[in-house]
């Protein structure tokens, strides 16, 4: 006979993991539902905000982190066209550069260890939620749980399927990432802005630096590849020129998912699945594992009077919350990047004023 499980999670990216190793450590039981196998990796930043990376800690998989696939960094600098940039300091412990196929094995790592079953190769179909509970049909047969979770990324079909997909909304934007082997050249991730394209620079090993581009749908040729992107960055290319790529070119996009609500009857969204705006403000990780903080905190009660809607709503308006707080600062800054004069102009004045950069910085992030 199947176990029916307190928790199936679709998705084993970072959050749907972390969610897996929350719930575990209020004693439910969790199972881990991830189509793909190996080492599972995705174009991402790969930064780290220092909330993100103490949730790493308290998740108990960042000792798990090799100093050749992780970098601390404890700045963000702005750059403009010119090579000149401004910097503002994080709060302690600073931030991390983390390759995503690394964090993403150490929280699988993390979860086995606590006993949590992690399914590679397990892709889910669909899935029927009744009184009794939800059953899933996947790749490897049926799974059975008490709740379900949608951890499913961006194009999350979980989310789709439960009927909280949201309608389009804005431009459409998409990124690109790929590294470059060579040590990191400073101790800050790099923004450097350009007409239509800003490109993240992360430190993410003792020998491999990775560079996220980020554009609008029309602002440069379709399908562009790391080349073209990196065309408009003089002063970022002249610094990485001869260095050989440490990993394949990835996609992603559109960047912005809208989900009408993050709860149904026995269900949740959480990470990317939830909605998402842009990678302008590399909050993603840290948002999603907050998330996944406060739905474990919610679900052993919810789960002991039969997780109705209403008794996840503490969970619903907590990540409500915390997104209305990312998507406000997304929407300013995509605002200002729109329009190339006012942000030179406003970056020239932080250059002359760094301290207001840094005061800024702190109060975007909420620390
Ligand atoms: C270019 C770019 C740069 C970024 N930079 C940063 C940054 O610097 N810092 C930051 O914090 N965030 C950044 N982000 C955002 C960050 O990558 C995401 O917020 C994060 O990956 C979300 O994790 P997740 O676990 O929710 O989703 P994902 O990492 O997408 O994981 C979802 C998982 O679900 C699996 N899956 C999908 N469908 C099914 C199915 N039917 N059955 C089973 N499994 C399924 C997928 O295979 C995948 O492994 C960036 C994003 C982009 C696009």
Do not use: N
């Amino acid at each position: 006979m199947t176990p029916m499980f307190d928790v199936a999670i679709v998705g084993g990216g970072p959050v749907g993991l972390a969610t897996a190793i929350e719930v575990a450590s209020r004693g439910l039981t969790a199972v881990v539902l991830e189509r793909r196998s190996g080492d599972v990796d995705k174009a991402c930043g790969e930064g780290l905000m220092p909330s993100g990376r103490a949730a790493l800690e308290r998740l108990g998989a960042l000792h798990r982190l090799s100093a050749d696939d992780c970098a601390p960094f404890a700045a963000i600098r702005y750059m403009q066209e010119d090579g000149r940039g401004v910097e503002a300091r994080l709060p302690a412990p600073g931030g991390l550069g983390v390759r995503r196929t690394a964090l993403r094995a150490a929280l699988a790592a993390e979860a086995v260890h606590r006993g949590i079953d992690v399914r590679e190769s397990c892709g889910v179909r669909s899935h029927r939620i009744d009184a009794r509970g939800v059953t899933l049909v996947t790749d490897a047969g049926e799974v059975t749980a008490r709740f379900l979770v949608g951890a499913d990324g961006l194009h999350s079909p979980t989310r789709r399927a439960l009927g909280l997909e949201g309608a389009p909304r804005g431009r459409r934007r998409f990124g690109l990432r790929q590294h470059v082997a060579m040590a990191p050249w400073s101790s800050c991730v790099e923004v450097h802005w350009s007409r239509g394209v800003e490109a993240y620079v992360t430190p993410a090993g003792k020998q491999r630096v990775g560079i996220a581009f980020l554009w609008e749908d029309g602002a440069v040729e379709p399908s562009p590849d790391f080349a073209t992107l990196l065309a408009h960055f003089p002063v970022l290319g002249a610094r990485i020129a001869g260095a050989a790529p440490d990993s394949r070119a990835t996609g992603a996009g559109p960047l912005r998912q809208t989900a009408t609500a993050r709860t149904t009857d026995r269900a949740a969204l959480v990470g990317d699945a939830g909605g998402y705006v842009d990678a302008i403000t590399g909050e993603g990780l840290s948002l999603g594992f907050e998330q996944a903080r406060v739905l474990a905190e919610v679900l052993p009660g919810a789960l002991r009077i039969g997780a109705s809607r209403a008794s996840l709503a503490a969970y619903e308006r907590a990540s409500a919350e915390a997104f209305a707080r990312y998507a406000r600062l997304a929407s300013a800054l995509l605002w200002t990047a729109r329009r190339p004069a006012l942000r030179r102009f406003v970056l020239d004045r932080l250059i002359d004023a760094p301290a207001v950069f840094g005061f800024a910085l702190r109060g975007a992030i909420g620390a």
